[in-house]
């Protein structure tokens, strides 16, 4: 038998006592017999070619490289995000403290202020409008 190239479908398939990778791998003569090979070519969860994979490896390359520039771009976003999280909760703290403050001073609450402008406001277009 020529060399078999196999790819598995899942990085670490086990069949004929190989834990098969998620890229091609190549094996020379003789690392199987013809009954594995035929054990291997049946198996769905395996893709088997007699011979080298040719053509694809620059292709193959960049992509993992494009990969990997991605899984760090992801890992920044994720620390970007936790910060802004953190900056989220201090902004909130600070609301709530002056809020707080305000309402201990004696003054109208933020939602009771909103409340009253949506109030006025109907007011103003109810009395804006045209009689008939």
Same mark, same amino acid.
């Given at each position: ?28 003569? #003789? ?6 090979? $035929? ?23 960049? $992509?993992? #490289? ?24 201090? +902004? ?13 001073? #004696?003054?109208?609450? +933020?939602?009771?202020?909103?409340? @009253? #402008? $949506?109030?006025?406001? $109907? ?8 009689? @008939?």
């Amino acid at each position: 038998m020529p060399e078999i190239t196999i790819t598995s479908k899942r990085d670490g398939f086990r069949r004929c006592g190989v834990a098969h990778r998620d890229v091609p791998v190549t094996w020379p003569d #003789g690392s199987f017999t013809d009954e594995q090979i $035929a054990i291997l070519r049946a198996e769905p969860a395996l893709v088997v070619h007699l011979g080298t994979v040719s053509g694809d490896d620059d292709k193959l390359k960049i $992509a993992q #490289g494009r990969i990997q520039e991605l899984e760090a771009v992801v890992l920044q976003l994720n620390d970007d995000a936790a910060g802004l999280k953190s900056q989220l909760a201090e +902004v909130t703290a600070d609301r709530d403290r002056l809020q707080e403050a305000l309402t201990a001073a #004696g003054s109208a609450s +933020v939602s009771e202020v909103k409340e @009253k #402008g $949506a109030d006025d406001t $109907a007011a103003a277009e109810s009395s804006a409008k045209p009689k @008939k």
